[in-house]
Structure formats: structure tokens, C-alpha cells
């Protein structure tokens, strides 16, 4: 199976995660946020270095947040967690706190 691009993204799963983020009274995307301007602040570090950052930040709390330990259920959130463009959703907040 290959992915198709969906309502802009790379696949329903980045699309479905990018939601969540952007709930109004999303904490994790103010945690996310806060993240992107401390590392901003630091010098010399690079477009790629955030980016690789924010991925990795996204990653940890979607899994810590919804993830279970075994069985069946466990396995399918893993898979759909895999299809995440972590990247693509990454470059996109930070694209959009330089707006801000």
C-alpha cells in the first residue's frame, strides 16, 4: 500500500495528528510552540536541527499520550504512528511561529 496525500498532507495519520495539534486549547501544541522559540533563541543552530527536534518532541508525546503496552490494539496505533510525517508536520509549526 502507498500513501496518498490527504487534504494537503502526506497521509490521513499526518493530517489526523496535524488536528489534534491545532485543537483550540491544544497543550501540546503550546508545548510545541515553547520549544520552537527557546531553540530559535539559541545560536547557531540550524533550520534542520529544529526540525529533527520538534519531529522527535512530536513523536514522544503522541506515542506517551495514546500509546498501550501490548496486544492487537497496541500494534495497530503503532502502525498508523509510523505513517506519521513527523517531518512535514514539524516544518509546518515552525514555518507558522515565524509568522506569529
Known amino acids: 500500500m502507498t500513501d496518498q496525500e490527504y487534504n ?5 495519520e499526518t493530517w489526523r495528528t496535524m ?8 497543550l501540546l501544541r503550546s508545548n510545541i510552540e515553547r520549544s520552537i522559540k527557546r531553540m530559535r533563541s539559541e545560536p547557531g543552530i540550524t533550520f534542520l536541527e529544529i526540525r529533527l527536534a520538534i ?15 501490548f496486544g492487537y490494539t497496541s500494534d495497530l496505533i503503532k502502525c498508523a504512528i509510523d ?18
Not at 8 to 12: E, I, Q, R, S
Open 8 to 12: 494537503g498532507y502526506t497521509n490521513k
Open 19 to 26: 488536528l489534534l495539534i491545532n485543537e483550540d486549547d491544544s
Open 55 to 69: 519531529s522527535r518532541e512530536i513523536r514522544s508525546r503522541i506515542e506517551d499520550e495514546i500509546c498501550v503496552d
Open 83 to 100: 505513517r506519521i510525517d513527523f517531518d512535514q508536520i514539524a516544518t509546518i509549526l515552525i514555518e507558522e511561529s515565524k509568522n506569529a
